[in-house]
């Protein structure tokens, strides 16, 4: 399942609900847990190949080609959400400016993104940022919070991101979490290829 919606409109949509918004991901998450055990036999029993390689991380093929510039596609890979952002130049330029209010500004920890993401914009081409959509502390779903934000929990200079209204954690546009936040590490990005101009592969690479 894909969904395609611009930045802002994503920021605007998440601004004042971050209560609510915590109760639905507590609730979410329990129903999720319910799902997976009332779905996990008939899975074992129906022998659905397709199910069970999708539930064992398969990869998935992404059409990207119809990403507008600032907008974000949500793909699921694996029962979780990743995010493909097509960043403007102006998001890029951003991401240079705040290397010290960082956690790991160069992507030192490597269990956070393959080697070929491991670069101040975290992605195989830089307008493009492939991240799994849940934070890194305990696993809520961040909401896009766009520059000139009157969330308290951004600094006058933010240059647009994530912020989890769990617990605060803030991440920049390529995922790198702000210091002095729960969250340790910085969002999660997984394997993924380009089959060709506009078609992405999540879960599978070709790196050696
Ligand atoms: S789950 Fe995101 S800050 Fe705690």
Redesign the pocket.
């Given at each position: 399942m894909t969904a395609s919606v611009t930045f802002d409109a994503l920021a605007a949509n998440a601004s004042d609900h971050d209560a609510e918004r915590r109760q639905m991901v507590l609730l979410t998450a329990a129903a999720a847990g319910v799902a997976a055990a009332a779905v996990a036999l008939p899975l074992v029993s129906s022998f659905a190949p397709s199910e069970r390689a999708k539930a064992a991380g398969a990869a998935v093929e992404a059409d990207i080609s119809d990403i507008a510039p600032g907008a974000v596609k949500t793909v699921e890979w694996r029962g979780e959400p990743v995010w493909v952002m097509r960043r403007t130049p102006e998001m890029l330029a951003g991401l240079a400016a705040q290397d010290d209010q960082l956690v790991d500004p160069a992507s030192v920890v490597t269990s956070q993104q393959p080697a070929y993401a491991q670069n101040t914009h975290r992605s195989i081409k830089p307008e493009y940022f492939v991240a799994v959509g849940i934070?890194?502390?305990?696993?809520?779903s961040?909401n896009a919070v766009a520059t000139g934000s009157a969330n308290p929990s951004v600094g006058a200079d933010w240059k647009g991101g994530f912020f989890?209204?769990?617990?605060?954690?803030t991440f920049d546009l390529a995922g790198r979490v702000f210091k002095n936040?729960?969250?340790p590490t910085n969002l999660e990005v997984p394997p993924h290829q380009y089959l060709a101009e506009g078609r992405l592969l999540i879960g599978e690479d070709n790196a050696a």
């Open positions: 934070c890194t502390h305990l696993g809520c961040p989890c209204p769990c617990h605060g954690s936040k729960p969250a």
